[in-house]
């Protein structure tokens, strides 16, 4: 019997370590697609894209900033994305139930359409045959988002927004 209990322990442990290693992996392609796009439009800080929450500052800084929403355009994509990822992870897990966690759980769902569509922006600017595809399947499997924006460090980038509307 405790060697049944003793495999079932070593079992559970290499699969937390291969989930870890997985997590790495997909940590380190996300960074290294974010550097390499940021040091491919001269970016000062590509280094942002090693460290969590500034990270989602470069993405603004690499989409130009802007994000759209049809035919509207919203500005200070850095701003909003790198302040937003650190007021959603840090007041939602501070604030539990009540009217404040209901506010809380709508700036949270607002949040996550902002960086869809700055997701979705990103894919546009560099395979814009290919943007809609990759958003659905970023979303539907989180896991593939670190693997296209790895692959496409390398693109470059085509403009698809006017000064007044979406082309």
Do not use: C
Not at 74 to 84: D, E, N, Q, T
Not at 123 to 151: E, G, M, N, W
């Amino acid at each position: 019997m405790e060697a049944g209990v003793g495999a079932l322990l070593g079992l559970g442990i290499l699969f937390i370590l291969f989930v870890i290693a997985i997590g790495i992996v997909l940590y380190l392609l996300n960074a290294f697609g974010f550097y390499g796009m940021a040091k491919k439009i001269g970016s000062t800080h590509a280094w942002f894209a090693f460290i969590p929450y500034l990270q989602q500052y470069l993405e603004g800084e690499i989409i130009d900033d802007k994000v759209a929403f049809g035919k509207n355009i919203i500005p200070y994509a850095s701003i909003i994305l790198g302040a937003g990822a650190i007021i959603v992870s840090f007041v939602s897990s501070a604030v539990e139930g009540g009217f404040l966690g209901a506010v809380i759980g709508i700036i949270g769902i607002l949040y996550a359409i902002y960086t869809f569509a700055a997701l979705y922006r990103l894919y546009r600017l560099y395979k814009p045959d290919s943007a809609t595809l990759y958003l659905v399947l970023s979303i539907i499997f989180a896991f593939l988002t670190p693997i296209f924006i790895f692959t496409l460090r390398n693109e470059t980038q085509v403009e698809y927004l006017s000064d007044q509307e979406v082309v």
